[in-house]
Nanobody
Framework: QVQLVESGGGLVQAGGSLRLSCVGS????????MGWYRQAPGKQRERVAT???????NYADSVKGRFAISRDNVKNTVYLQMNSLKPEDTAVYYC???????????WGQGTQVTVSS
């Protein structure tokens, strides 16, 4: 059973930065594909960024050049560095882990990010 705990959300002014962290426990963290998703009020959850076990990354067009996903397998942690934040980045951000063999997905509880204009 994989458990994910996010932290690092908060209130920031437009143009500011935040770094989200997600610590995983249970299972073998290093083999999981990891990702960050977000859900704004009244909208569907959307993919923000993903990183494979080998370190390949992929970003939503809306965050390319502003956000960076990374992982530290020693610390069982995945990060999302968010720069040049915009009010439209306001959402609850969720950490996601997918076990490559089973395809089973796990989610964290989410962390709120609010960007004021």
């Amino acid at each position: 059973q994989v458990q994910l705990v996010e932290s690092g959300g908060g209130l920031v002014q437009a143009g500011g930065s935040l770094r989200l962290s997600c610590v995983g426990s249970g299972g073998l963290f290093s083999i999981n594909n990891m990702g960050w998703y977000r859900q704004a009020p009244g909208k569907q959850r959307e993919r923000v960024a993903t990183i494979t076990s080998s370190g390949s990354t992929n970003y939503a067009d809306s965050v390319k050049g502003r956000f960076a996903i990374s992982r530290d397998n020693v610390k069982n942690t995945v990060y999302l560095q968010m720069n040049s934040l915009k009010p439209e980045d306001t959402a609850v951000y969720y950490c996601n882990a997918v076990q490559p063999l089973s395809g089973r997905a796990y989610w964290g509880q989410g962390t709120q990010v609010t960007v004021s204009s």
